[in-house]
């Protein structure tokens, strides 16, 4: 099992832009980035007693997350995510789904994930089961996401970071959202396993501020 490093900065929008330009000529850039990046939706599940909401505010350093996602509104390839996480030491675990199986999650119909072939699947079953777990918000943004090999590098710059407690519209077209952060607050993430890079970490000591917690499930909760 590999544990991988996330650590997070909110940046300001001319910070990014200048930030990118330096990236795109030292990693390679993601496939779906596009002139405006690639849009990225999440339908974050929590406990009855919103134990992973309460996690984060109450400063625990064991976290666990369960979320769905969808990547520019295509609806039909649908990833159930586990992530947990230990300070800035996380590990994530995907199980891809249908739209079908994402609805019967979005109506507390878990039963599927118990028939599965998966170990994973089952765990999360028991999960969602055990603690009365249900959909509690949609968070929707767009990334620019860049890479470098070693390490499994990966810094990711995020804007429009928006959110709604409307869950039922997580698999809509196009659905209403509210702002969580000011337009022009960015949020760069470096994700690497091993170390990082020299090169990628110098970039960095010029965004003169410490790293901080960034949860867009919790900006979503407190909308």
């Keep these: 099992m590999i ?5 997070k900065y909110r940046i300001s929008l001319s910070e990014a832009y200048s930030l990118q330009q330096k990236l795109e000529k030292i990693m390679d850039a993601d496939p779906h980035n596009g002139a405006e990046g690639y849009k990225i939706r ?5 406990s009855l007693n919103d134990a992973a909401l309460k996690e984060v505010l109450d400063g ?9 996602r969808i990547y520019n509104a295509e609806i039909e390839k649908v990833k159930l995510e586990y992530k947990c996480k230990s300070d800035t030491d996380g590990i ?7 739209a079908e199986q994402a609805a019967k999650m979005m109506g507390g119909d878990y039963g599927f994930l118990e028939e599965m072939d998966s170990d994973l ?17 949609i968070v929707e943004y767009r990334r620019h996401a860049y890479f470098y090999e070693v390490g499994d590098t990966r810094v ?22 509210f702002p969580l952060l000011p337009l022009d607050v960015v949020v760069l993430e470096l994700k690497y396993n091993d170390f990082l890079p020299c ?14 917690a960034n949860s867009k499930y919790v ?3 407190l909308i």
């Design 3 to 7: 544990l991988r490093k996330e650590i």
């Design 219 to 221: 900006l979503s909760r």
């Design 121 to 137: 699947a089952r765990k999360i079953y028991l999960r969602l089961l055990s603690g009365f777990y249900l959909p509690r918000s």
């Design 42 to 46: 999440s339908l974050y599940f929590d």
């Design 156 to 177: 990711t710059l995020d804007t429009e970071i928006k959110g709604t407690t409307m869950v039922d519209s997580f698999l809509e077209e196009e659905i209403f959202t």
């Design 60 to 68: 625990v350093e064991e976290k666990r997350k369960l979320r769905l």
């Design 199 to 212: 090169f990628i970490k110098n970039l960095t000591k010029e965004i003169d501020r410490l790293p901080r």
């Design 92 to 98: 994530k675990k995907v199980i891809k789904l249908n």
